[in-house]
């Protein structure tokens, strides 16, 4: 490995990249560059996922932000790369400046999330998610069934039954219908206390969503 005389104004960082390569693991790499020589401007490495070592040069987007904003370049913190072996980076990187204010380096962290994103989309794809989903309530008594349908169709009018006028009764009495909640021994009664009417109004509200969609 190609050993580089490190400035003294980027010595001090060498401690500072150890131990973020340390705390973060082996994903992580932490590079020191110095910028005086970008084309072979790696003069320290803790930890490796970028597959360089000492002496290769800047990377392109910092020596393209560097000749484009000179020593006025903000820091880039939290950027996403992909190599050109396919993995996925979050980087950062963070100039260093003399005292004058002259940009004399820079240091980057560079995060392997690789084995991160290929369990997202595991994790997304396989348990979370499928095509054609469809929302299922596995309820443990028919009063949690009924409750947890009738509750959700209320929700789309403010959730207080009370306040429903006859229109809107009716028509949370069809959704209901749709949703075959009255194919349940009992569901029409404890409707009707939901509702807060008698259930003979309901079996109204039953019987004109049934004549208008023309069954029996």
């Not at 360089?52 to 020593?71: C, F, H, K, N, Y």
Request: glycine share 10%; aromatic share 6%.
């Amino acid at each position: 490995m190609e050993h580089r005389k490190i400035p003294p104004g980027l010595q001090g960082l060498i401690p500072v990249a150890d131990a973020i390569a340390a705390a973060v693991g082996p994903y992580c790499e932490v590079v020191l560059h110095d910028i005086s020589r970008p084309e072979r401007s790696v003069v320290y490495m803790a930890g490796n996922v970028t597959n360089r070592s000492i002496g290769a040069p800047l990377t392109d987007m910092v020596l393209r932000r560097l000749r484009e904003q000179g020593d006025a370049i903000s820091d880039l913190p939290g950027y996403h790369n992909v190599t050109k072996d396919g993995k996925t980076l979050r980087s950062s990187t963070t100039f260093v400046r003399d005292g004058q204010g002259k940009v004399i380096g820079c240091l980057c962290v560079n995060i392997d999330q690789t084995p991160l994103v290929s369990w997202r989309h595991f994790l997304e794809n396989s348990l979370f998610s499928a095509p054609g989903e469809t929302k299922e309530t596995f309820a443990t008594g028919m009063t949690e069934a009924l409750n947890d349908i009738v509750q959700s169709v209320l929700e789309n009018y403010g959730g207080d039954p009370g306040a429903l006028t006859k229109e809107e009764k009716t028509s949370v009495v069809q959704q209901l219908e749709e949703r075959g909640v009255f194919l349940m021994k009992g569901s029409v009664e404890m409707v009707a206390g939901i509702l807060g009417v008698t259930r003979y109004t309901v079996y109204n509200y039953i019987d004109a969503v049934r004549n208008k969609t023309g069954e029996a």
